[in-house]
Structures are given as structure tokens and as C-alpha cells.
């Protein structure tokens, strides 16, 4: 079992600046891939950002790229999401997730975690 345990949510005006965190903890966090996606109200969860093991690789949605960068901290047991000039449309809660992949899954199906949530709100 891994637990998944976000941070660093909130209420931030357009073009604002916020970091998500995600701690990781049970499993050894180096195996697995881990993905930020995000869920708005009467939507589906999407993908917005993930990284290898390794954080050699990254992949981010096209709607967020140059504009989010996730990374990780092996040692610190943790993935994190820089999010820059954010808009309204990037209100949701963002989740994070680890999948035991070689590769950098980008669909909810391919992950095997899954933390609570943490909520995002953007305001115009």
C-alpha cells in the first residue's frame, strides 16, 4: 500500500503562483511513476502532469504546459506541482497518484493510488 496525502491547495487570483505537494509514505516511493490529475464540478477527472520514477521524464497536458511543471524529491518521499499563471478554468481538485509503471501513465486507470484530494480555486 502507498498513502497519498496532498497539500498547498487554495484560493489564488488569476495569474497567481501556487505549489501542490504530495507525500508519499508505506511503499518504496522510487517505484512507482506519480501523476497529478484534476476534477472540476460535474467533470470528469483528467490528467494534467506526470513524472517517471526516476523524474528523468515528465508529461503534462497540453492546457498546462509552460505553465505547470511537476517534479519530484525521492529523498523527501515526495512529488510536487509548480502551477504559474493560473486561470479560472484551473479550479478543480487536484489529486495525486502512483502507478507501478516504467513508463508515464496519463490515464486514471492506470494508477494504483490515489490521494484525497486538495481543492484549487482561481478567481477572475
Known amino acids: 500500500q502507498v498513502q497519498l496525502v496532498e497539500s498547498g491547495g487554495g484560493l489564488v487570483q488569476a495569474g497567481g503562483s501556487l505549489r501542490l505537494s504530495c507525500a508519499a509514505s508505506g511503499r518504496t516511493f522510487s517505484n512507482y511513476a506519480m501523476g497529478w490529475f484534476r476534477q472540476a464540478p460535474g467533470k470528469e477527472r483528467e490528467f494534467v502532469a506526470a513524472?517517471?520514477?526516476?523524474?528523468?521524464?515528465?508529461y503534462a497536458e497540453d492546457s498546462v504546459k509552460g505553465r505547470f511543471t511537476i517534479s519530484r524529491d525521492n529523498a523527501k518521499n515526495t512529488v510536487y506541482l509548480q502551477m504559474n499563471s493560473l486561470k479560472p478554468e484551473d479550479t478543480a481538485v487536484y489529486y495525486c497518484?502512483?502507478?507501478?509503471?516504467?513508463?508515464?501513465?496519463?490515464?486514471?486507470?492506470?494508477?494504483?493510488?490515489w490521494g484525497q484530494g486538495t481543492q484549487v480555486t482561481v478567481s477572475s
Open positions: 513524472v517517471s520514477w526516476s523524474g528523468s521524464m515528465t
Open positions: 497518484a502512483a502507478a507501478a509503471s516504467i513508463i508515464i501513465p496519463t490515464t486514471t486507470n492506470q494508477y494504483d493510488y
